[in-house]
């Protein structure tokens, strides 16, 4: 059964999106990535709540290069 979600919740839950990522988004400076960094965004074995503190970057960034990544390997 699929859910229809009516123009406000879909608001909200981009509001929400917004403010969860909004907790990292400027905490780490920018830098380049290291194999390493990269190696474990692509193994996912840890949350990225976890792995955003490990690795020094936001939330937004890992999930993004996690993108790019898989969509490379196509």
Not at 16 to 27: D, F, H, I, V
Not at 35 to 52: A, C
Request: charge should be positive; hydrophobic fraction near 25%; charged fraction near 45%.
């Amino acid at each position: 059964m699929s859910r229809i979600l009516t123009e406000r919740q879909k608001e909200q839950k981009r509001e929400c999106r917004k403010r969860y990522y909004a907790k990292t988004a400027s905490l780490y400076p920018r830098h380049a990535w290291t194999e390493e960094e990269t190696k474990l965004v692509l193994e996912h074995k840890m949350p990225d709540s976890e792995l955003s503190e490990k690795i020094g970057r936001s939330l937004k960034s890992i999930q993004e290069k996690r993108r790019r990544l898989k969509r490379a390997e196509r």
